[in-house]
């Protein structure tokens, strides 16, 4: 794929290995795939499934379902991308963009997972995103989308910078982050610069990136889920971290 489509974020490129000790939360891969497993499972007749995931990361979740399914994971990001391959045995990692999913009627279950649908940069892409899963999904197939909704009204009035600081430290690496977020209209924008030292380093290297997350209302999600032509659409914010949108594509 064309180098200009991936995106230069550090974390997904030169830091990639050590996405998970920068992720800010606490997540447990293995514990978040069994519930996409279990979900999933509810709603297939099948006890093992092909599953894409889409903005696959460094497999947290591939590398615990890709003994028993058959897995292929997709990610835009180079770095990210090579780190899922070395991390995983059975599952099939590609670069692709999900704006332009090579794949027809192909899988049992599609997962967006951890925000992974955020990084269309409005509706109307969003819906593009849902439309090339929705082609890649077998008819009967199951979506699943991890999103973190946008609700206007309990957003800060002021649009204020928010900061967080983040360590961590073991025999391999010492990683120090600054991170801001702040909101521009329904754009959630978090400017990052991390301080990396490895052992052998005579001083810490720098790096800096910048995420632009478009945040989607509960409804815009729904109503371009039906627009695409899934159903058995719902959306659980129990689920997951930050709630999960399940859906099918009709028999
Ligand atoms: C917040 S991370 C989530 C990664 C993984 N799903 C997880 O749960 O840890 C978002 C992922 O989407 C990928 N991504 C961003 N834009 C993309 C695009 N246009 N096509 C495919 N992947 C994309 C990033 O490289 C990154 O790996």
Do not use: W
Not at 36 to 54: A, F, G, K, N, Q
Not at 88 to 110: K, Q, S, Y
Not at 185 to 214: C, I, K, N, Q
Not at 216 to 244: H, I, K, W
């Amino acid at each position: 794929m064309p180098e200009s489509s991936a995106s230069s974020e550090a974390v997904y490129n030169e830091l990639a290995m050590y996405y998970e000790q920068l992720d800010r939360v606490n997540r447990d891969g293995a514990a978040e795939a069994a519930a996409i497993e279990s979900v999933v499972l509810d709603r297939t007749d099948e006890s093992t499934i092909s599953l894409l995931d889409v903005g696959c990361g460094v497999a947290t979740h591939l590398q615990h379902l890709e003994h028993t399914h058959e897995c292929v994971g997709l990610d835009v990001n180079k770095g990210v991308a090579e780190v899922a391959a070395d991390r995983t045995d059975d599952a099939t990692i590609v670069r692709g963009d999900m704006h332009a999913l090579p794949f027809e009627n192909a899988f049992d279950c599609v997962t967006l997972l951890f925000h992974t649908l955020a990084y269309a940069r409005s509706v109307g892409a969003m819906h593009d995103v849902l439309t090339e899963c929705y082609r890649s999904l077998e008819p009967g197939g199951v979506l699943l989308l991890e999103l973190m909704p946008f609700v206007p009204e309990t957003m800060p009035e002021t649009n204020g910078v928010d900061r967080t600081v983040n360590s961590y430290t073991d025999t391999e690496v010492a990683i120090t982050s600054v991170q801001t977020s702040r909101l521009e209209e329904r754009t959630l924008v978090l400017e990052g610069d991390y301080l990396v030292a490895r052992p052998g380093d005579e001083r810490p290297t720098h790096h800096a990136d910048t995420h632009r997350l478009t945040l989607f209302t509960v409804e815009e999600v729904l109503d371009a889920l039906q627009m695409c032509g899934f159903d058995n659409v719902e959306y659980d914010p129990s689920r997951l971290q930050t709630g999960l949108f399940i859906a099918n594509k009709p028999i």
